[in-house]
């Protein structure tokens, strides 16, 4: 799987939105991007993922560039709940071998009221 | 969304004993489920691959006598760390596949070992 790079750690307002970059300027043509967010002492939370398109679910919207090299997980009013450590991932569906995610470091986001 | 139940959510135990840790898909099924550990403020390290109805294949570095893993249905895989010591001591955290195309994650347990 495509290693990605994220900054550790982002500031955000309450009620602002919320843009998390990540770079990933190795990933294959069939591997998609994932953002799982991990709330403290909590298990991971699936949030979005997408290919080449943008998406957009209840959650969050991902902005991925043309180029696929990197994404932009967008929240867009984010709420103190929202403090969390986002992990940005990319890898292959389907298979097993395609099934583990590998974590990065992730950015810890505070949202600050 | 798909759930996945992890139980216990915490435990603390004596050096020395075993300790077991469920990890069940609630509302599907799953061929193969993930165990991670995380030690505070690092990221997850997976441990190893659990495979309905066969042995689980474990990453470099990590202990299969010291960490058994049972995948013995669809819905269900246990982690027992045997002989626990004080530097066992960690948040375990399992996953589950669902449909190929995301993985689910339990809630996690914190096992303290004294």
């Known amino acids: 799987d495509a290693k990605t790079t994220q900054p550790p750690s982002m500031d955000c307002a309450e009620g602002r939105a919320a843009n998390l970059p990540c770079n990933h300027s190795?990933?294959?043509?069939?591997?998609?991007v994932y953002w799982y967010r991990q709330i403290h002492s909590q298990g991971p939370q699936y949030i979005i993922h997408?290919?080449?398109n943008n998406e957009t679910n209840e959650m969050a919207s991902l902005i991925i560039t043309e180029d696929r090299k990197s994404s932009t997980l967008i929240l867009p009013h984010a709420t103190l709940r929202d403090t969390a450590v986002y992990y940005c991932?990319?890898?292959?569906?389907?298979?097993?071998?395609?099934?583990?995610?590998?974590f990065g470091g992730g950015t810890r986001l505070m949202v600050k009221p | 969304g798909a759930v996945v139940s992890q139980h216990p959510s915490r435990v603390i135990c004596k050096s020395g004993t075993s300790v077991k840790i469920e990890c069940r898909s609630l509302?599907?099924?799953?061929?193969?489920m993930f165990w991670y550990r995380q030690f505070p403020k690092q990221s997850l390290m997976l441990m190893a691959t659990?495979?309905?109805?066969?042995?689980?294949?474990?990453e470099q570095g990590v202990e299969k006598d010291k960490f058994l893993i049972n995948h013995a249905s669809l819905t269900l895989s246990t982690l027992t760390v045997t002989s626990a010591h004080p530097e066992d001591s960690s948040f375990y955290i399992c996953?589950?596949?669902?449909?190929?195309?995301?993985?689910?994650f339990g809630s996690g347990t914190q096992l303290s070992v004294l």
């Open positions: 997408g290919l080449k």
């Open positions: 509302d599907f099924q799953a061929t193969t």
């Open positions: 991932i990319v890898r292959v569906a389907g298979g097993n071998a395609g099934n583990m995610l590998t």
């Open positions: 996953s589950a596949q669902y449909r190929n195309e995301k993985l689910f």
């Open positions: 190795t990933i294959s043509g069939n591997e998609y």
């Open positions: 659990s495979n309905e109805g066969s042995k689980a294949t474990y």
